[in-house]
């Protein structure tokens, strides 16, 4: 064992007083080094202003409290046996209640405990918390009767078999951080005074040892601002690489726009007239366009894409445009070779099931250049895929496809223009953070002859009225949807209830109608049959899981039913009601409500209130937290440990300033005084670098 002291990148295995068993469960979590540890952040802290008092307790809210354990034993319930402990701050009592693991909570909290429980308070013969966080504290880490902050970490599976609590993880960083000599700073002076923030040493001691709130949220504050700045030079680096990324300018404005702008049957929003000459004069630049083009549902992006794929066409370039779904490829396709006919463009699709002699001619038409729009889901970035010259890329709600990545389809070797495109609109905290090397172009506006949706919360004893309404609906010549969620466990008893109901649908509710059935199991041909059928008024009511949600355009549908709609975001509902309302006729929304509690209530009532995307995404965002706000996880893309994008705007807006504008100071980094960030960023985002020009 090494006697010198620990610096950042000493091994926790050669700390004295970790012990092999705790050295190798904390290395099960990530944590290696002395860095690992102090970045290992609290998940809460205690001192007096967050603690509450039992006296001052609140019925239905989150709180805090600090106390000792006057009472504490296992009970016999009607059915089994569960602890309960009794908590006295001196002013009041609060009950603890485990319903599970009896036996092992006697052994574990003991009266004359010391403790410090979080949870909602219930009130039942007073107040009490079930299933309380909780955590022991000894005598001299009194947060209520001095100014102490005390660190809550949290403590996973793997640290809790080796008894690693709280405490332990307090001492241990403690003692190391004691013996730690200063860390060095990777910013400057003057870079910490511009932006107010505290020395990188104190902010990660501080965090862990603060004598007051106010230097704690300092730390915070510097901690917070250091993650942020280095995912916005990740964005700072690519685009200033796709800046420099040379490609044919799209000058040309060709007969093509014309032709097709005078087919339409309406007059363009003066919203999508802005966009389409935003990316009309980004194409005309001889730098690849790096573009996210944001519309709420049913406010014309696919018209804007067709225009600028006509005027890329003009300029003797192909385009390429991918769907995450077959459907929505479909559906596309139907739409761009109305367009593409009037303008004497040639357009294929291209998907998964398309069959190998068709395919075959497919990709020949493309090397060869016969083909100028491509239409297509993933298959169209398969590597045998070879285009003559791919001069635009559009993708239709990139985010669905998770992983995808520019570089796959701009790879096809010649630095298209880009073109992403989304129905759901993002908070702009969100847009920086996820998009922030893309320029937006934001479609505000609807055309003008949309009638606005009724939308209504109900609960299941209204169903009867809702499906008498449906069947005059039906009567009246118009169809209807009926979603099922996913239901979160398995995606088979999301199936399973989506069939169950379409049996029940069709037998008893509704035996005269035709009601069909599509979820995202079927085969290709299946489901297309199924559309089909639904979109030639075959199928009257129509059963559905989620695969609906993006694309589908069936003008004559009026009534979108979704069921157990508190399970579903509030973007994601707003997707699904954006699938009716696409014709002249009024529609609705029905929403089921089979949750009974205050925030789901609160939600769906968001639903009721407005159709403005922004609002609801906006609102989205703060009940579901970011991670689950796109409906599929970016996983690994985010590296946060103490950054919020829903709360940070102000921190977020300084960091990335600052970081595009040491980008643009200095594009490679290698100046010396930036040598500490380069090594850090490089750390944490080499591999989503993608083609950034730092090495
Ligand atoms: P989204 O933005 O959700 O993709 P679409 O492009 O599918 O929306 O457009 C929805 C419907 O609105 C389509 O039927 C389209 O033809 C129609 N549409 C598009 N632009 C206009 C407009 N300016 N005025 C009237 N209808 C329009
Ligand atoms: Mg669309």
Redesign the pocket.
Known sequence: MPEKAPTLSTSLHSIKGVGPARADALSAIGIHIVADLLHYYPRKHLDRTTITLISKLQKDKEATVVGNVEAADIRQGKRRQYFQAILSDGKGMLTLTWFNAAQYMKRTIKIGDRLAVSGKVEFFNGFQIVHPEYDKLKDNEDPVNSGLVIPLYSIPAELKKTRIDSRTLRRLIKTISDSLKEIPDHFSMEFKNQNHLCPLDQALRNIHFAESVSVLNEAVNRLKFDEHFFLQMLMALRKSSIQQTGTKALIKIGPQVKLISDS?D????SA?KKVIKEIKDDMARPFSMNRLLQ???????????ILVAAIAVANSVQVAVMAPTEILAQ?HYQ?FKIYAETARMTCAILVGGTPAKERKAILDGLATGRIDIIIGTHALIQEDVAFKELGLAIV?EQHRFGVLQRGDLTGKGFNPHFLA?T?TPIPRTLAITYHGDMDLSI?DEM????IPIITKVVEETRLEKIYTFMKEEVKAGRQCMVVYPLVKETEKSDLAAAVEMHGNLSEYVFPELIVGLIHGRMKKDDKDEVMDAYARNDIHILVSTTVIEV?I?I?NATVMLIENADRFGLTQLHQLR?RVG??SKKSYCILVRRNFTENSKKRLQIMESTSDGFVISDEDLKLRGPGEFFGIRQSGFLKYKIADMVTDGPILRKARQSAFELVKSDPNLNQPEHELIRIRFMNEYQDKLDRANIS
């Open positions: 339409l309406f007059e363009l929003t999508q519309g709420d549902v049913g406010s014309g992006k696919t018209i804007v894409s559906q739409s239709d495109m129905a479609i055309p003008k002859d949309r694309g355009d003008p954006g696409r014709g």
